[in-house]
């Protein structure tokens, strides 16, 4: 049961506009999220995480929404860099316990 | 400072055969998890240490285990091979979740 999900495999954006990466989970308990971005034979690398208290939280280039109702978060990459291009998963944390739920992941390609 | 180290890189084992993976973690960091990556499976949480005692564990049969040792360096050893097992490990350490979890480069190890 997955309980961490990215729908979308792929996603292909012209440099210099938004990429928008979604996520859905389903555990109403969880209370942490976090964003990785990895590129091939590399381990992940961090990006950003929010909590549930918040509904947003900026870093940067990158933007992450948590819509708790609707049990979606998402990531908004501003201005998008072909240097961008990689895998990028979204992630649970479900009690602080070193234990991230992952989903499938979804490919971005920033097109030059 | 140096980031989360895993060695070796690459591993080709016999099927039946028993291996040993290492991690080293970021100074200071006293949490280590572990993961499998495959293709069909995405990132599966493996078990996660702190202070030499595993305080969570993944749905993956007794044949991998872990341990942890007082300098936080871990170790995962995957007994009686099975082709399946061939994947990507990663371990990630963390202070804690706020800062996220850094990831290593993973082994790659490949079951014949």
């Known amino acids: 049961d997955q309980q961490v999900k990215q729908n979308s495999p792929s996603l292909s954006v012209q440099e210099g506009r938004i990429s928008i990466l979604n996520c859905d989970y389903t555990?109403?308990?969880?209370?942490?999220f976090l964003w990785y971005k990895k590129y091939p034979a590399e381990g992940p690398t961090f990006l950003i995480s929010i909590s549930s208290i918040k509904d947003k939280n900026e870093d940067g280039r990158f933007t992450v929404f948590l819509n708790k109702s609707a049990k979606h978060l998402s990531l908004h990459i501003v201005p998008s860099q072909p240097g961008d291009s990689a895998v990028y998963f979204c992630?649970?944390?479900?009690?602080?316990?070193?234990?991230?739920?992952f989903g499938q992941g979804t490919t971005l390609q920033v097109k030059p | 400072k140096a980031g989360v180290t895993q060695t070796p890189r690459y591993l080709i084992k016999t099927r039946g055969q028993q291996v040993t993976l290492s991690c080293s973690p970021i100074s200071g960091h006293r949490s280590v998890s572990w993961y499998q990556q495959t293709p069909g499976q995405g990132l599966q949480f493996l078990f996660e240490y702190f202070s030499e005692t595993q305080r969570n564990k993944g749905n993956f049969p007794g044949r991998f285990s872990g341990r942890q040792f007082s300098n936080s360096r871990s170790e995962m050893n995957v007994s009686t091979l099975e082709l399946g097992d061939s994947a990507l490990y990663l371990c990630?350490?963390?202070?804690?979740?706020?800062?996220?979890?850094?990831f290593g480069s993973g082994t790659r190890l490949t079951v014949v």
């Open positions: 555990n109403s308990m969880f209370d942490y």
């Open positions: 990630a350490s963390s202070t804690s979740r706020i800062y996220g979890y850094t």
């Open positions: 992630a649970a944390d479900p009690g602080n316990t070193g234990k991230l739920i």
